[in-house]
């Protein structure tokens, strides 16, 4: 089993929905997670940090259960700019190292 | 500001060659860090510098990856001999306090084929 899972996609969605992407994690002990944005060859990018309370910066929305060892990021009113790899990554127990998952594709068409 | 710099951008070799990599982090950030993504797998974290001292290798595959980083500036990645499992894209990044939580800046990486 992976320690992050996330459905790869691609979804693809017209410009203007709302989208919703969702991962979980294994290590109980994660104390920090977050949503980074990949770009088609290029970095990883920081979109949010995620927080218990849940957060929401502009368009984007994540939340996260550490019960269920869920994280969920939502787009609402998708722009073609926001066609990339969203990546849910956690941090290995209580170290800096980060565990990333593979990566959830978006399409957003005109 | 200048951003967290890798070269090269991409490096072909032949298996049982050597390959260096540079990464110059952001001025100012102690903290260094190699990740890699190989072909179809998630990205994985490699080592973690603390200045010019190995915080911790546990990620690193085996004795051909060696990392240093002479006078806590600049790292350097070799692979020797390379493999050809060992093609994929090395990242590096670099933070200011290397605490859990703190915001990570990559670099754009070096894609490694190995022929």
């Known amino acids: 089993r992976k320690e992050v899972e996330q459905d790869p996609g691609p979804f693809n969605v017209p410009e203007g929905a709302t989208v919703a992407f969702n991962c979980t994690y294994s290590n109980s002990a994660s104390q920090s997670f977050f949503w980074y944005r990949q770009d088609c060859r290029k970095e990883p990018k920081l979109l949010m940090s995620v927080y218990s309370s849940g957060n929401e910066d502009g368009r984007f929305t994540a939340q996260l259960n550490r019960a269920s060892q869920y994280i969920s990021l939502l787009i609402r009113d998708s722009k073609l700019s926001d066609s990339a790899t969203y990546l849910c990554?956690?941090?290995?127990?209580?170290?800096?190292?980060?565990?990333f998952g593979s990566g959830t594709r978006l399409l957003v068409r005109p | 500001e200048a951003g967290v710099t890798q070269f090269p951008s991409h490096s072909v070799i032949e298996k049982g060659q050597t390959v260096t990599l540079r990464c110059d982090p952001i001025?100012?950030?102690?903290?260094l860090y190699w990740y890699r993504r190989v072909m179809g797998k998630e990205i994985k974290f490699l080592l973690h510098f603390v200045k010019e001292s190995k915080q911790d290798e546990s990620g690193m595959p085996n004795n051909r990856f060696l990392a240093e980083r002479t006078g806590g500036t600049y790292s350097t990645l070799k692979v020797q001999p390379a493999e050809l499992e060992d093609s994929g894209v090395y990242f590096c990044?670099?933070?200011?306090?290397?605490?859990?939580?703190?915001?990570?800046?990559f670099g754009s990486g070096t894609q490694l084929s190995v022929l």
């Open positions: 001025s100012g950030h102690d903290n």
């Open positions: 990554v956690v941090n290995d127990g209580s170290s800096y190292k980060l565990i």
């Open positions: 990044a670099s933070s200011q306090d290397g605490g859990v939580g703190e915001k990570l800046f």
